[in-house]
Nanobody
Framework: QVQLVESGGGLVQTGESLRLSCAAS????????MDWYRQAPGKQRERVAT???????NYADFVKGRFTISRDNAKNTVYLQMNNLGSEDTAVYYC??????????????WGQGTQVTVSS
Protein backbone atom coordinates (compact mmCIF):
# COMPACT_ATOMS: atom_id res chain seq x y z
CA GLN A 1 0.00 0.00 0.00
CA VAL A 2 1.07 3.52 -0.79
CA GLN A 3 -0.21 6.54 1.08
CA LEU A 4 -0.27 10.08 -0.31
CA VAL A 5 -0.54 13.10 1.93
CA GLU A 6 -1.13 16.56 0.48
CA SER A 7 -0.36 19.84 2.18
CA GLY A 8 -0.20 23.52 1.36
CA GLY A 9 -3.80 24.36 0.59
CA GLY A 10 -5.53 27.38 2.05
CA LEU A 11 -7.32 30.63 1.44
CA VAL A 12 -5.69 33.25 -0.77
CA GLN A 13 -6.80 36.30 -2.71
CA THR A 14 -7.00 36.68 -6.46
CA GLY A 15 -3.57 37.00 -8.02
CA GLU A 16 -1.72 35.37 -5.14
CA SER A 17 0.25 32.12 -5.15
CA LEU A 18 0.23 28.80 -3.33
CA ARG A 19 2.52 25.79 -3.37
CA LEU A 20 1.05 22.36 -2.81
CA SER A 21 3.09 19.35 -1.75
CA CYS A 22 2.27 15.67 -1.79
CA ALA A 23 4.45 13.00 -0.24
CA ALA A 24 4.13 9.30 -1.00
CA SER A 25 5.01 6.77 1.66
CA UNK A 26 4.46 3.13 2.50
CA UNK A 27 5.46 0.04 0.57
CA UNK A 28 7.01 1.86 -2.37
CA UNK A 29 8.85 -0.01 -5.09
CA UNK A 30 8.61 2.35 -8.06
CA UNK A 31 6.56 5.52 -8.39
CA UNK A 32 6.16 6.38 -12.06
CA UNK A 33 3.86 9.25 -13.07
CA MET A 34 2.59 11.69 -10.47
CA ASP A 35 -0.37 13.97 -11.06
CA TRP A 36 -2.46 16.74 -9.63
CA TYR A 37 -6.21 16.78 -10.13
CA ARG A 38 -8.85 19.14 -8.84
CA GLN A 39 -12.56 19.04 -8.22
CA ALA A 40 -14.69 22.14 -7.84
CA PRO A 41 -18.13 22.01 -6.21
CA GLY A 42 -20.68 20.50 -8.57
CA LYS A 43 -18.06 19.62 -11.17
CA GLN A 44 -16.20 16.51 -12.17
CA ARG A 45 -12.64 15.91 -11.11
CA GLU A 46 -10.23 17.18 -13.77
CA ARG A 47 -6.55 16.63 -14.34
CA VAL A 48 -4.35 19.65 -13.74
CA ALA A 49 -0.83 18.44 -14.45
CA THR A 50 1.28 15.31 -14.77
CA UNK A 51 4.98 14.68 -14.35
CA UNK A 52 6.76 11.50 -15.37
CA UNK A 53 9.52 9.79 -13.43
CA UNK A 54 12.09 11.49 -15.66
CA UNK A 55 10.52 14.93 -15.33
CA UNK A 56 8.43 15.22 -18.47
CA UNK A 57 5.48 17.48 -17.73
CA ASN A 58 2.04 17.93 -19.20
CA TYR A 59 -0.53 20.56 -18.25
CA ALA A 60 -4.20 21.18 -18.75
CA ASP A 61 -4.76 24.18 -20.99
CA PHE A 62 -6.44 26.16 -18.22
CA VAL A 63 -3.26 26.25 -16.10
CA LYS A 64 -0.54 26.59 -18.71
CA GLY A 65 1.80 29.42 -17.85
CA ARG A 66 0.45 29.76 -14.30
CA PHE A 67 1.09 26.39 -12.61
CA THR A 68 4.30 24.39 -12.44
CA ILE A 69 4.53 20.75 -11.43
CA SER A 70 7.81 19.33 -10.12
CA ARG A 71 8.97 16.35 -8.13
CA ASP A 72 11.73 15.12 -5.87
CA ASN A 73 12.22 11.44 -6.67
CA ALA A 74 14.43 10.86 -3.64
CA LYS A 75 11.56 11.99 -1.43
CA ASN A 76 8.74 10.59 -3.58
CA THR A 77 7.20 14.02 -3.38
CA VAL A 78 5.38 16.05 -6.00
CA TYR A 79 4.79 19.78 -5.89
CA LEU A 80 2.41 22.17 -7.60
CA GLN A 81 3.39 25.82 -7.70
CA MET A 82 0.28 27.85 -8.47
CA ASN A 83 0.68 31.49 -9.47
CA ASN A 84 -1.81 34.19 -10.40
CA LEU A 85 -4.69 32.30 -8.86
CA GLY A 86 -8.24 33.19 -9.75
CA SER A 87 -11.63 32.29 -8.32
CA GLU A 88 -11.96 29.61 -10.99
CA ASP A 89 -9.09 27.76 -9.33
CA THR A 90 -11.09 27.20 -6.15
CA ALA A 91 -11.34 23.44 -5.69
CA VAL A 92 -10.16 20.47 -3.72
CA TYR A 93 -6.79 19.48 -5.14
CA TYR A 94 -5.82 15.82 -5.16
CA CYS A 95 -2.49 14.26 -5.93
CA UNK A 96 -2.16 10.82 -7.39
CA UNK A 97 0.67 8.51 -8.34
CA UNK A 98 1.09 5.46 -10.48
CA UNK A 99 2.97 2.79 -8.57
CA UNK A 100 4.63 -0.28 -10.06
CA UNK A 101 5.18 -3.20 -7.73
CA UNK A 102 8.23 -5.44 -7.84
CA UNK A 103 6.05 -7.93 -9.68
CA UNK A 104 5.19 -5.42 -12.39
CA UNK A 105 1.64 -4.62 -11.30
CA UNK A 106 0.58 -0.99 -11.60
CA UNK A 107 -1.92 0.75 -9.39
CA UNK A 108 -3.03 4.36 -9.09
CA UNK A 109 -3.16 5.80 -5.59
CA TRP A 110 -4.89 8.99 -4.44
CA GLY A 111 -4.40 11.46 -1.66
CA GLN A 112 -7.19 12.75 0.54
CA GLY A 113 -7.25 16.20 -1.05
CA THR A 114 -6.44 19.70 0.10
CA GLN A 115 -8.78 22.67 -0.22
CA VAL A 116 -7.71 25.72 -2.21
CA THR A 117 -9.98 28.72 -1.98
CA VAL A 118 -9.35 31.88 -3.95
CA SER A 119 -11.24 34.91 -2.76
CA SER A 120 -11.84 38.01 -4.82
Amino acid sequence: QVQLVESGGGLVQTGESLRLSCAASGSIFKVTAMDWYRQAPGKQRERVATISSVGTTNYADFVKGRFTISRDNAKNTVYLQMNNLGSEDTAVYYCSCDHRSRWGFEHKYWGQGTQVTVSS
